[in-house]
């Protein structure tokens, strides 16, 4: 099955894991997805992040948690979507959870997670929001 929406499908996939206790996920690779998921594991949300095989047979393999630990993932919701994209100035970037959460925005310099983006002054489309 394709997605139309292949970020929100990673997303989903993240989510049910965490519903169900499962610690490890595996999906298609994509260069966006990756760097999604480095930044949350950069950010602690995830505990490893791993791409495997090769050609048409790549897959990240997100590890979630750690075995008999609680997740660090209490929400995770996509904010631009294929039909409504959402566009935000570097003085913009929405506050998540008052600064215990965090935006990852696409910028022209790459991925990056909304304090990183602040900093370096840049806006973007707001693909992500994590508490």
Known sequence: MVSTDPISDMLTRIRNAIAVGKSEVSLPYSKIKLSVAQILAKNGFIAEVNSTGK??????????NDQNANPKITEIDRMSRP???LYVKAKEIPKIKSG???VIISTPKGVMSGDDAKKSSMGGELICKVY
Do not use: A, C, E
């Open 55 to 64: 050609g048409i047979d790549k897959k990240i393999v997100i590890i979630v």
């Open 100 to 102: 215990r959460g965090i």
């Open 83 to 85: 039909g409504r994209r």
